[in-house]
């Protein structure tokens, strides 16, 4: 079975912090993503990844990075969090390019005060 | 910024009943769908998936029909139980070439009764 992992389920922090979010997956899987979550929005993409130091812009990449250093690894990154970014941020990740199931983590849920 | 409501369609069954959760996509050249189901407070799951050359795919209680002249997709769960309670979504991918991107509805409340 697939196995995606986040860092944290809840994570609180303070406006202007930088955040760090941790993914890991254990299939060899070349693509991996970032979404967040939100009521009345459903699921929209960040970044994606689809090989070690390669990343792409998604839909809403304002306020935030990623590194991929390795294969297994995607972490997003908040430089400056705010309180438009409290959500919940879903890591995946995906085999082939394309037409390819994507396999969810569980969700860290981030507040920002 | 999008205005799209906040509550989500909802579905509502009695345990033992079949249940049919319908999505429309948007975009004709769309050659890949998944179906997604997010219990409270948890990632998505992968339940099933179908391409565009099949019209109907079976699983484990659940089936998934593609209808490519309408642009619609249902996923039906037979014999509907408490632990299938969730919110499903559909997920659609134009495919081809480097296009690594699923576009997610916004995804339909199930509650089922016992």
């Known amino acids: 079975d697939v196995k995606v992992t986040q860092s944290s389920r809840y994570l609180v922090k303070r406006t202007g912090e930088k955040v760090f979010l941790e993914c890991v997956q254990d299939m060899d899987h070349e693509n991996m993503f970032w979404y967040r979550q939100d009521p009345g929005l459903g699921l929209r993409l960040i970044y994606f990844s689809y090989d070690v130091k390669m990343k792409e812009k998604g839909d809403i990449p304002e306020g935030y990075s990623v590194s991929r250093e390795k294969k297994e690894r995607f972490s997003l990154i908040l430089e400056s969090a705010s309180t438009n970014q409290t959500s919940m941020y879903l890591c995946?990740?995906?085999?082939?390019?394309?037409?390819?199931?994507?396999?969810f983590g569980p969700g860290t849920r981030l507040t920002v005060l | 910024g999008e205005s799209v409501g906040l509550h989500l369609p909802t579905l509502s069954v009695q345990e033992g009943d079949n249940s049919i959760i319908n999505c429309a996509y948007s975009?004709?050249?769309?050659?890949?769908f998944i179906w997604y189901k997010q219990e409270s407070g948890k990632g998505p799951q992968f339940i099933i998936d179908i391409r565009s050359n099949m019209d109907k795919r079976q699983g484990q209680r659940v089936t998934v029909l593609l209808n490519k002249t309408v642009k619609h997709l249902s996923l039906q769960i037979a014999a509907t139980q408490p632990g299938d309670s969730a919110v499903y979504f559909c997920a659609e991918n134009i495919g081809g070439g480097s296009n690594y991107k699923l576009t997610f509805g916004k995804g339909t409340l199930l509650t089922v009764n016992p």
């Open positions: 995946a990740s995906s085999y082939r390019p394309s037409t390819d199931t994507q396999y």
């Open positions: 975009n004709s050249a769309s050659d890949y």
